[in-house]
Structure formats: structure tokens, C-alpha cells
């Protein structure tokens, strides 16, 4: 699809470059949990969610749970699951406690539970889309899902949502239910930022266009937008003629340059333009 080429990394780079992410993201959600969330009282899933009942119920230290649960979290998923999470996800199952431990002193940034849901669920967010990034993850609830999910047939995306749920409802059975709401808040925040970190804020447009000027525009694709371009086979509905379809996808930036060669090339083509959350490959991000 693409002409433009990006530069080739190190793989060694990249390897270490994960194990990067792994730490910086874990610090940024032991930060968050510190600062926002448990001084809140706002359990907004996970084990860091289970550790904020139990820190207010029982009194115990919050890293200690986490660690209590993680490290058999990860041995059960070893065992049942297989050696797919690698190294990378054990230094995030024992990092992320640590970083907790070693903040707990923090003063909380915000006594007003909205503003530490909001932000708390964004710094959840924020680390764990980093965390992903590095090809591993952080443990806990998520190793449980995969576990039920193996062996009752129930989506993962089920699975997450029921543990994560019962988390909730537990906080607010502890607390109150207007924590269980901020809870709840936090964890539709934290969803919705990892998807922002893992797509990224730019958007590509894929565009689809039936011309009769297939080379012309094919050529100004090329040559001017400096863009690769795909021709797909296709037929018309109502005549049953061929009719080619090309397919090009660009950036935010060059889709008006793309507009523009259409519509002087052939103001008669249908266009159909549809965002790209996500590409890879040259000219864009690295697979």
C-alpha cells in the first residue's frame, strides 16, 4: 500500500525498549493508585482495586496485596495457560507493587473523589496502554480472566468485566455506592485511554474510489501524494460491468491533497472515505 519507508530499528533496541515501557508504565499506575485512587477510596478493579478494600477493611498494606496476589496469579497462569507471558510481564507483576510501596508517603494530589476517579482512571489508563505497548502486562485480574475464560468457555471480554465487576460492587458494599459510581467512572476511563495510547491520536483515512479515470488518478496517487494505492476487482450492482475500485489510505494531512486530485482528475468519481483506527506497515507505524 505504501511507498514511504520508515527507518529500520535495532531489534536489540526494541527489546530493551519494551522492558522500558514495562517499568515507566507500571510506575505511572503505582503513582496513580497512590495519589488518586486509594486515598479516595475509589476501587476501580483489579488487584489494585482488591487491595483498596482490603487496606480499608483490614488495614493491610496495600503493595503486600498486590504482591499476594499477583505472584500466584502468575504461577496459576504458567501452569494453566503456558509460558506466554515471558519476563517482561513477571518485572510488571513485581515492579508495579514496589513502585507502590516505595510512593505510599505521597501526600494524595486531590481530595475531590470525581477529579481522582478522571484522572486516577487516566493514569491507570495511561500506564497500562504503555505496559501493552511493551508486549506484556501487569498481571493480576487479567491472568484470572484468561484462567476462567480457558476453562468455562466464557468470552475474555466477559470475564474481565464480570471480576472487575464484583470488584465494584464490593467497594461499594465497603464504602458506599456513590464510591461504587466513582469506581465505575475510573474503570470507563481507564478503558477508554488504553485504546487512546494503543491507536494513538492521529487518524488515517482509508479511501475507496470508483472512477473512470483509474489511471490518471492512480498515477497522481503515486506520483504527487507520494502514497501506494491498491486496485481491487469489483463489479457494478446494476450492470454487472467491472468496475475497479481503488483503495488508498493516507494520513489526516494528505487526505485534502487527495480530495483535491480526485475532484480535478474526474468530479464525477464516488468516493468513500472511512477512518482507519490503526495502521501499520511503511509510511506509517511499525508493525
Excluded at 474503570?187 to 492521529?202: A, E, M
Aim: net charge neutral; aromatic share 10%; proline share 3%.
Amino acid at each position: 500500500m505504501n511507498r514511504k519507508r520508515g527507518h529500520r530499528q535495532n531489534p536489540r533496541f526494541d527489546h530493551v525498549f519494551e522492558y522500558v515501557n514495562v517499568l515507566v508504565g507500571a510506575a505511572i499506575i503505582a503513582l496513580s493508585f497512590n495519589v488518586f485512587l486509594l486515598p479516595n477510596q475509589i476501587a476501580s478493579g483489579g488487584v489494585s482495586g482488591i487491595s483498596t478494600i482490603l487496606v480499608s477493611v483490614l488495614g493491610w498494606e496495600p503493595a503486600y496485596v498486590q504482591w499476594a496476589f499477583n505472584i500466584p496469579l502468575f504461577i496459576a497462569g504458567i501452569i494453566f495457560l503456558g509460558k506466554q507471558f515471558g519476563v517482561k510481564t513477571l518485572v510488571g507483576t513485581i515492579f508495579l507493587p514496589f513502585v507502590v510501596f516505595i510512593t505510599k508517603d505521597i501526600e494524595p494530589w486531590t481530595n475531590d473523589a470525581l477529579l481522582s476517579s478522571l484522572f486516577g482512571g487516566i493514569g491507570v489508563g495511561l500506564g497500562l496502554g504503555i505496559v501493552f505497548r511493551g508486549n506484556a502486562s501487569t498481571g493480576g485480574t487479567d491472568l484470572a480472566a484468561q484462567i476462567i475464560n480457558k476453562f468455562t468457555g466464557l468470552t475474555l471480554g466477559t470475564c474481565v468485566v464480570l471480576i472487575d465487576g464484583l470488584i465494584v460492587i464490593a467497594a461499594a458494599i465497603v464504602f458506599d455506592i456513590e464510591r461504587g459510581l466513582y469506581a465505575l467512572i475510573a474503570l470507563y476511563v481507564t478503558s477508554k485511554t488504553i485504546d487512546l495510547i494503543q491507536i494513538g491520536f492521529g487518524r488515517s483515512k482509508t479511501a475507496m474510489i470508483i472512477t473512470n479515470k483509474q489511471e490518471e488518478i492512480r498515477e497522481g496517487i503515486l506520483n504527487k501524494i507520494d502514497r501506494g494505492v491498491t486496485k481491487l476487482s469489483a463489479y457494478g450492482g446494476f450492470t454487472d460491468d467491472e468496475r475497479p475500485v481503488l483503495m488508498c489510505v493516507v494520513d489526516q494531512r494528505e487526505f485534502t491533497k487527495l480530495k483535491q486530485l480526485v475532484k480535478s482528475l474526474d468530479p464525477s468519481a464516488f468516493v468513500v472515505v472511512m477512518d482507519a483506527a490503526e495502521v501499520l506497515g511503511e509510511g506509517f507505524k511499525r508493525a
